[in-house]
């Protein structure tokens, strides 16, 4: 699993230079959010912090809290890491009250202004209405665009404001009825965690593309997270998923489950397994940690080579690498070491220095490479930046041979549900085949795991065309949804004199 809590950027204190210290994670798609909920809990806020914490991996530009204390809402917004800003006693005691939804966010929808963060809150008449997000709509333009006609007056650029406004004026009576009403207009991504002043909301998609699971304290307290990390540290048991198009109401009364929805098959997002979830979550009700590895067997059957060393490049290819070295039989080493105190520092802005930025924070490991042929196994290929500088290090480093062999099939579509990916004509797989990209990052030979393959990984029999059973439209094409903003184009999308 990589760490994206570590800075991705070093800059000089005098504004000299820019380098990468994270240069292995800079070209991954970026998973975009992780929400957390809880009711009816002494240490609400307190356990939304260490929830949040658990769920960083998600977003780490910025986290929000909502907060009900019987009387009135509280909330506290910040950028950057859960970490750095909720670590005090003050902090958590401006935080009243035994019900919270929390956020991370890496942006997608909506620029990086705190007036972008989550949670959102709204005073609807049925009262005080907060709501946090992770998905992304795919008509979340068009429905603005109804909307700021009829009068909608909008203080974020974030999809998950058009939410807010299409409860706010949907014309059903009850608050769970204009939910649904709400829900029922939006395409697109969504998991979703919401707070009233009697109730916890969580509901997903249809499709289930985004994962939220369902967990509980021991004295019964019932909780809402993206994936199960957040339960765990907390010491929360996990009881089940959220289920695709299911919408879970919790009171003081117990829980409730409504499935308004006309059923689908569900659709959950296939790289979720491969790399956005941490690795000790269990998603679709599957150990990610075990899917990662079975994903680096099911690449060893298709695709092994002769070599002497199996290498992962870390940290997402690791579980993937130990598969792989254990079904061919080649030993697992750690080739490439990584330091874990990279932080501001000088840099000289000479290209010699800027150049090794690599190496400030990953290492060849010289002694498990030199004079071998080398297996380097890695998550993805997105633009390719990343997989040059790797097998550079490896040939620097003595390799006799290189073999890239990635644990997804090649990335050729942008994600529209809330990752952030680069344009399709930025992806290297999009604008080249295998043998190119090859000669591009100057490996003897590179291989990905088939779409077969990977369903294999993640307990299937093979992907079926008709009806697939995940998400895996960043690999096929084939997308769960309607794409309505995008065949809107961008013209109409100026409703906001604001910078962020
Ligand atoms: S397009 Fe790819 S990253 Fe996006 S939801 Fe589908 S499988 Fe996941």
Redesign the pocket.
């Given at each position: 699993m990589m760490d994206k809590t570590a800075p991705s950027t070093l800059k000089d204190l005098d504004g000299l230079d820019e380098i990468s210290t994270n240069p292995f994670d800079d070209d991954k798609?970026k998973e975009e959010c992780g929400v957390f909920g809880i009711f009816a809990n002494d240490d609400a806020a307190a356990h939304t912090v260490l929830g949040l914490h658990a769920l960083q991996h998600r977003g780490q530009e910025a986290a929000g809290i909502v907060t009900y204390d019987g009387k009135q809402f509280h909330t506290q917004k910040r950028m950057g890491h859960v970490a750095d800003n909720f670590n005090s006693q003050p902090m958590i005691e401006s935080l009243p009250g035994r019900n919270a939804i929390g956020h991370v966010r890496y942006s997608t929808t909506g620029g990086s202004a705190l007036r972008n963060v989550q949670p959102l809150f709204a005073d609807l008449s049925s009262g005080g209405f907060a709501v946090a997000h992770n998905g992304n709509l795919t008509n979340a333009w068009a429905l603005r665009k109804v909307l700021v006609d009829k009068g909608a007056i909008f203080q974020s650029t974030m999809d998950s404001e058009v939410l807010i406004h299409l409860i706010a004026t949907s014309t059903y009576l009850s608050l769970a009825d204009r939910v649904i009403d709400a829900l029922r207009r939006i395409e697109g991504?969504y998991s979703v965690v919401a707070l009233t002043q009697d109730s916890l909301v969580g509901a997903r998609d249809p499709l289930g593309?985004r994962p939220l699971v369902l967990g509980q304290l021991a004295d019964g307290c019932y909780i809402f997270a993206s994936e199960t990390c957040a339960l765990d540290i907390i010491g929360a048991e996990y009881i089940r998923d959220v289920e695709p198009g299911e919408i879970i109401t919790i009171t003081k009364d117990g829980l409730k489950s409504d499935k308004p929805f006309n059923k689908v098959k569900a659709r959950p997002?296939?790289?979720e397994h491969v790399y956005f979830s941490r690795p000790d979550s269990v998603t679709d009700g599957k150990s990610v940690y075990t899917v990662r590895k079975d994903i680096g067997k099911e690449l060893a059957k298709e695709s092994s080579v002769d070599a002497e060393v199996v290498i992962p490049v870390p940290d997402s290819g690791t579980p993937a690498a130990i598969g792989f070295a254990q079904e061919a039989g080649i030993p697992f080493e750690l080739g490439i070491i990584r330091n874990h105190y990279v932080g501001r520092t000088f840099i000289e802005p000479s290209d010699q220095i800027r150049n090794l930025g690599v190496k400030l924070k990953h290492n060849a490991n010289q002694c498990e490479i030199k004079g071998k042929r080398v297996i380097l196994v890695d998550d993805s290929i997105v633009r390719g930046t990343t997989s040059i500088k790797i097998v550079d290090m490896m040939r620097q480093a003595g390799a006799s041979e290189v073999h890239m062999r990635i644990a997804s099939p090649p990335t050729t579509n942008s994600?529209f549900?809330g990752?952030d990916t680069p344009e399709k004509d930025k992806l290297l797989a999009s604008r080249m085949d295998v043998e190119a990209m090859a000669d591009h990052i100057g490996a003897d030979s590179l291989a990905f795991i088939s779409i077969d393959g990977l369903y294999r990984a993640v307990g299937e029999d093979s992907r079926d065309n008709d009806t697939p059973q995940y998400?895996?439209?960043?690999f096929t094409g084939d997308y769960p949804t309607k794409l309505t903003d995008q065949e809107l184009g961008e013209d109409d999308r100026q409703y906001s004199f604001l910078t962020d």
């Open positions: 798609l991504a593309v997002c296939i790289f994600c549900y990752v998400c895996d439209a960043c």
